[in-house]
């Protein structure tokens, strides 16, 4: 099974405030879903496997996305920017690079749209 890890800004700027710091950027509401749960379901997967925030120390919630270091994830996984959101529902374009099981390739998701204002 490939999972899907979001990536996080080290900086997210001021755009982001007073949002950045207290949560995952992933963990944002974009309309009723996360931005972690529109990547999941763009990709048909029951959830995101976690996010990769340099910025994030400390106690995190009950149920949260687990924040976890780039060093420790391994293929087949897909990360995508959490700055971003895809619009649902996706279709497939063919031109994205494909995982091969048992690899320990990851591949970059660009960014596909700006997450809507809900």
């Known amino acids: 099974m490939t999972a899907i890890y979001l990536l ?6 001021a755009a982001w405030a007073p949002f950045a710091g207290a949560s995952t950027l992933a963990e944002l509401r974009a309309g009723g879903w996360t931005i972690a749960e529109r990547w999941a379901r763009a990709f048909n997967l029951k ?3 976690g996010t990769i925030a340099a ?3 400390g106690p995190r919630p009950l ?4 924040v976890v270091a ?7 996984a897909w990360l995508a920017d959490a700055t971003f959101c895809p619009r649902l529902p996706m279709r497939a374009s063919g031109s994205l690079p494909t995982p091969s099981a048992g690899s320990s390739r990851t591949s970059r998701i660009p960014r596909s749209a700006p997450c809507p204002a809900s």
């Open 63 to 66: 149920g949260a996305l687990p």
């Open 70 to 76: 780039a060093s420790t994830v391994r293929g087949p």
């Open 47 to 49: 959830a995101a496997k």
């Open 55 to 57: 910025s994030m120390k």
């Open 8 to 13: 996080e800004p080290e900086q997210p700027g």
